[in-house]
């Protein structure tokens, strides 16, 4: 036999060079700098900084797209390219919350005060008086809603996921989980008008139906969310659970459940944020008090969207008085989301099921 001798070629890598780490960094800052010099000199005297920024964020993106092109390859442009679009992105997505909280924080601060949190507005006309009223109206009728809300909107997806496949009873449901996820909340408040004013009695008011008019809103977003991640639950825990002879509501209980807490609690938490702040619907239900009033069941209440608005919509003498109280409210209501977020993600950590030894 003859041995034939194959002699193959190396492959030529890339050798096109690579721009050093430091490199889109000075690009990042020479265009801005030239962006200010360009409002500088052709400004008049008046320097934009939404502009200023808008046009050194081009800058840039044209700038690292040609030297990279350049000095590396046009692969690499194109990545570089991509990266500062998608980043320019999520900046721009982000300005509106930093705006926001920035606005609601430089003008809610200065009532920020133990005042605040300890007096309510009985007998108060002017200056001074407190929300402690209306957040314990906020926390009462969030729980209740949350309360009605969670158990409903878990079983229906149970439900939906684990029996109702493929029946018709299970199509209807998500339907109507559907359309009831597009209602407007003011809807939702003057259904649970209509019925106790039905029921009860005309210009009824407590803190029950704003409980009801916030559970109606929430519950398809439990619904979708609970259920979506029931679904990624994978089939060979259940399959594995069967097979020791479990039965299926143990199954749910002891393993689809605790597998998928952790979305199931954010999914919670979501709800409740879309809520928490409604205005409309407590309006209708709940109505406005200057006092405290923790009894569910009788009587108005108020609640920290519905003070801020009053407060704003009604100011009276000061008018400045009343336009702290309007930002401190919406101060607080956007606190007591992030400590009610904060206990959810914890809540989801210590329940989450354990994966490693």
Do not use: C
Not at 126 to 152: D, F, N
């Amino acid at each position: 036999m003859t041995a034939a001798t194959t002699v193959v070629a190396p492959v030529r890598g890339n050798t096109s060079g690579h721009l050093p780490r430091w490199a889109p960094w000075a690009i990042l800052v020479g265009s801005f700098l030239i962006s200010a010099a360009v409002f500088a000199f052709a400004g008049g005297g008046s320097f934009n900084v939404g502009l200023w920024a808008v046009v050194g964020a081009v800058i840039y993106v044209v700038a690292i797209f040609v030297i990279s092109s350049i000095a590396e390859s046009r692969r690499h442009a194109t990545d570089r390219l991509m990266t500062a679009l998608v980043t320019a992105a999520f900046l721009v997505a982000l300005l509106p919350l930093i705006s926001l909280l920035w606005t609601v924080v430089s003008n809610g601060i200065s009532r920020f005060d133990p005042e605040f949190f300890s007096f309510s507005m009985r007998n108060v006309v002017g200056e001074g008086g407190g929300a402690v009223h209306a957040i314990y109206g906020t926390l009462l009728v969030t729980l209740g809603a949350t309360i009605i809300s969670v158990p409903v909107g878990l079983m229906t997806s149970i439900y939906l996921v684990e029996y109702g496949q493929g029946r018709k009873l299970a199509r209807g449901i998500t339907f109507l989980v559907d359309v009831m996820t597009g209602i407007p909340s003011i809807v939702a408040g003057l259904f649970i008008y209509s019925v106790f004013a039905i029921l009860v009695g005309p210009g009824t008011r407590m803190g029950i139906m704003g409980s009801l008019a916030l559970s109606v809103l929430m519950i398809p977003t439990v619904v979708r969310g609970s259920e979506e991640l029931l679904r990624i639950v994978p089939n060979e825990l259940r399959e594995a659970s069967y097979a020791l002879g479990v039965p299926k509501w143990l199954t749910i209980m002891k393993v689809v459940l605790p597998t998928s807490i952790a979305g199931i609690t954010t999914s919670v938490m979501l709800a409740i944020s879309r809520v928490i702040g409604e205005t409309a619907p407590l309006l209708l239900t709940l109505g406005m008090v200057a006092s405290v009033n923790t009894n569910m069941f009788s009587g108005q209440m108020a609640t920290l969207p519905v003070f801020s608005y009053m407060q704003a919509k009604y100011p009276g003498i000061p008018p400045e008085a009343f336009a702290d109280r309007a930002w401190a409210a919406a101060l607080t209501l956007i606190a007591i989301v992030m400590v009610l977020n904060l206990v959810a993600r914890l809540v989801a950590k210590f329940f989450a099921p354990k994966t490693g030894r």
